[in-house]
């Protein structure tokens, strides 16, 4: 969900909440709560955060394949190693 829909949530509820013996008069400090956050450009917020995160997670899997792509070449290599000698390091025990 994005974050505008959360706060455009969270600003339609705030003046419905009432403590149990006062009452929030028409002039109070949860309207001009609702002015400000009726100011803020929500779609532009929400955008921006949506291509930001879109940016981050292609990169992220970029990264992701690379490295996917290291560990597939090091074990071909141990692969080839082991075909050609029968075991890896020639049968040694001895690192080479």
Known sequence: MSLGVILFIMA????RIQSNSEVISQGSKFDYFDRILAKIPL?????LMNTFLSKTLRRIKVV????DNFITNYL???LKKTHNNGTINGGNDKPE
């Open 12 to 15: 339609r509820a705030v003046p």
């Open 76 to 78: 071909n290599k141990l």
């Open 64 to 67: 992701v394949l690379k490295i």
């Open 43 to 47: 779609n532009r917020l929400d955008f």
